[in-house]
């Protein structure tokens, strides 16, 4: 049975799954497949992902192709809680979600989705794939594969496979193409300065903004908050950090990109704005809150929470207390005043300033979402491990979505296809 916060909200809730349904194209298609051949007959699917309206319509087009779906928020702080009760409200998915839950009823929630003794799973940070290997090992035997969809979630499953912990394929849905070219860099683009603008009403133009990466979801707000007249200074590590990803060769590119590039420990000086986008830990730390400026706005488009390390921020101060939805002022024992958003979560999806990413963004990720489970209710034999997303698949998404746009490219000409297999001189 479903536990969300407020059941007389789903009437709210409805009006927010029919906009995204009348903007979400790709997935309609692949609903109306679904409902024809029902490819997921049968199939239990657990899923831990940001619930609001884009997620809902991901877990009707499951159960348009004939699974039982069991979903939990991927975080705390992001349910939008009328579309948590419309979604439970029907009876057709268990919802487990409400916003601002303790950690305590996190995992609570996240359990109960493992109750329904899922298939395939589909994860946003890897907590719930966490879970199976650790507390919950007495249902590995019942997975068939997972999904993930988050960068922070891969580097996580990456460490897992290397050490051979990984006991079932996932497919990692953040690194297709039609996923994290959109999703990471636009969607995050707009949805972290919309959030960060809600909580804040400050203006961006002639502040100095400092964005903590510039993996895709850096570039993105990077590009934005310059395009709305921000002096934008990129934080960059000289090391390797996760599979192929290294902060010398980003942060070459973001000075090649027009932005000053330097450490944190010579930027926390200058930043008005800070924008966390690593997915590592202690990004913002004691060391860089003491030398920040008074009135600093503090804003995490990461994962997790501990980016930026509220706990030293906690210890400076003399006095918290939230000045307003989403602000928390924290009092520094000098006098100054730092200013941490959405208590250091996702900005962008923390509710109710954050809304997530665009529709039509989503409407992409989804669908490689909904694909991809296709391709692991099939039952071929997979190793366990991380899996790209097969290339046909990731292309047939992109099609989609263009198509959707009323935009239809043209195949190469067979001369053209053989020219390019071709490597003698001259042919």
């Not at 009348?22 to 940001?50: T, W």
């Not at 509710?351 to 296709?374: K, N, T, W, Y």
């Given at each position: 049975m479903s536990k969300v916060k407020n059941i007389s909200l789903a009437a709210e809730g409805q009006k927010e799954l029919e906009w995204a349904r009348l903007n979400m194209p790709v997935l309609a298609k692949i609903r109306s497949d679904f409902e024809k051949a029902k490819p997921l007959k049968g199939i239990r699917i657990g899923v831990a992902l940001h619930l609001e309206k884009k997620t809902g319509i991901l877990l009707e087009t499951l159960v348009a192709a004939g699974a039982k779906?069991?979903?939990?928020?991927?975080?705390?702080?992001?349910?939008?809680?009328?579309v948590a009760s419309a979604i439970a409200q029907d009876g057709k998915i268990e919802i487990f979600a409400w916003a601002g839950q303790t950690n305590e009823e996190y995992y609570w929630c996240?359990?109960?989705?493992?109750?329904?003794?899922?298939?395939?799973?589909?994860?946003?940070?890897?907590?719930l794939i966490n879970l199976l290997h650790t507390k919950r090992k007495d249902l590995l035997s019942n997975i068939m594969g997972g999904c993930e969809e988050t960068t922070t979630g891969i580097v996580r499953l990456w460490a897992m496979h290397r050490e051979g912990a990984l006991k079932f394929p996932v497919f990692a849905v953040n690194n297709a193409h039609s996923k994290f070219l959109l999703d990471n860099q636009f969607g995050t683009a707009q949805s972290a300065t919309e959030a960060i603008m809600r909580c804040t009403n400050k203006l961006v133009a002639g502040k100095t903004v400092v964005i903590a990466g510039y993996g895709w979801c850096g570039r993105g707000i990077a590009s934005r908050m310059k395009g709305m007249g921000a002096n934008v200074i990129v934080v960059e590590v000289d090391g390797t950090l996760g599979p192929h990803e290294s902060g010398l060769q980003r942060g070459l590119q973001a000075l090649y990109d027009g932005y000053r590039v330097m450490d944190m420990d010579k930027a926390a000086s200058e930043g008005d704005i800070f924008v966390t986008a690593t997915g590592n830990k202690n990004v913002l730390a004691k060391s860089h809150f003491e030398k920040m400026k008074d009135g600093a706005i503090l804003a995490n488009a990461g994962h997790f929470n501990n980016e930026i390390n509220e706990v030293e921020l906690k210890k400076m101060s003399k006095e918290t207390h939230e000045l307003k939805d989403n602000v928390m002022q924290y009092s520094l024992k000098d006098g100054r005043r730092l200013y941490?958003?959405?208590?250091?979560?996702?900005?962008?999806?923390?509710?109710?300033?954050?809304?997530?990413h665009p529709i039509e963004i989503m409407d992409g990720s989804f669908a490689v979402q909904a694909l991809c489970v296709q391709e692991l209710a099939k039952g071929k034999k997979m190793p366990a491990g991380v899996h790209n997303?097969?290339?046909?698949?990731?292309?047939?998404?992109?099609?989609?979505?263009?198509?959707?746009?009323?935009?239809?490219?043209?195949?190469?000409?067979?001369?053209q296809a053989k020219y390019a297999e071709e490597w003698k001189e001259g042919t």
């Amino acid at each position: 049975m479903s536990k969300v916060k407020n059941i007389s909200l789903a009437a709210e809730g409805q009006k927010e799954l029919e906009w995204a349904r009348l903007n979400m194209p790709v997935l309609a298609k692949i609903r109306s497949d679904f409902e024809k051949a029902k490819p997921l007959k049968g199939i239990r699917i657990g899923v831990a992902l940001h619930l609001e309206k884009k997620t809902g319509i991901l877990l009707e087009t499951l159960v348009a192709a004939g699974a039982k779906v069991a979903a939990a928020s991927c975080n705390p702080l992001t349910t939008d809680d009328r579309v948590a009760s419309a979604i439970a409200q029907d009876g057709k998915i268990e919802i487990f979600a409400w916003a601002g839950q303790t950690n305590e009823e996190y995992y609570w929630c996240l359990n109960s989705v493992l109750d329904s003794k899922p298939h395939i799973v589909i994860d946003d940070g890897c907590d719930l794939i966490n879970l199976l290997h650790t507390k919950r090992k007495d249902l590995l035997s019942n997975i068939m594969g997972g999904c993930e969809e988050t960068t922070t979630g891969i580097v996580r499953l990456w460490a897992m496979h290397r050490e051979g912990a990984l006991k079932f394929p996932v497919f990692a849905v953040n690194n297709a193409h039609s996923k994290f070219l959109l999703d990471n860099q636009f969607g995050t683009a707009q949805s972290a300065t919309e959030a960060i603008m809600r909580c804040t009403n400050k203006l961006v133009a002639g502040k100095t903004v400092v964005i903590a990466g510039y993996g895709w979801c850096g570039r993105g707000i990077a590009s934005r908050m310059k395009g709305m007249g921000a002096n934008v200074i990129v934080v960059e590590v000289d090391g390797t950090l996760g599979p192929h990803e290294s902060g010398l060769q980003r942060g070459l590119q973001a000075l090649y990109d027009g932005y000053r590039v330097m450490d944190m420990d010579k930027a926390a000086s200058e930043g008005d704005i800070f924008v966390t986008a690593t997915g590592n830990k202690n990004v913002l730390a004691k060391s860089h809150f003491e030398k920040m400026k008074d009135g600093a706005i503090l804003a995490n488009a990461g994962h997790f929470n501990n980016e930026i390390n509220e706990v030293e921020l906690k210890k400076m101060s003399k006095e918290t207390h939230e000045l307003k939805d989403n602000v928390m002022q924290y009092s520094l024992k000098d006098g100054r005043r730092l200013y941490l958003l959405s208590e250091g979560r996702l900005v962008n999806l923390s509710r109710p300033s954050g809304q997530g990413h665009p529709i039509e963004i989503m409407d992409g990720s989804f669908a490689v979402q909904a694909l991809c489970v296709q391709e692991l209710a099939k039952g071929k034999k997979m190793p366990a491990g991380v899996h790209n997303v097969p290339k046909e698949l990731d292309d047939s998404v992109a099609r989609m979505l263009l198509e959707s746009q009323g935009i239809r490219l043209q195949k190469p000409t067979a001369e053209q296809a053989k020219y390019a297999e071709e490597w003698k001189e001259g042919t």
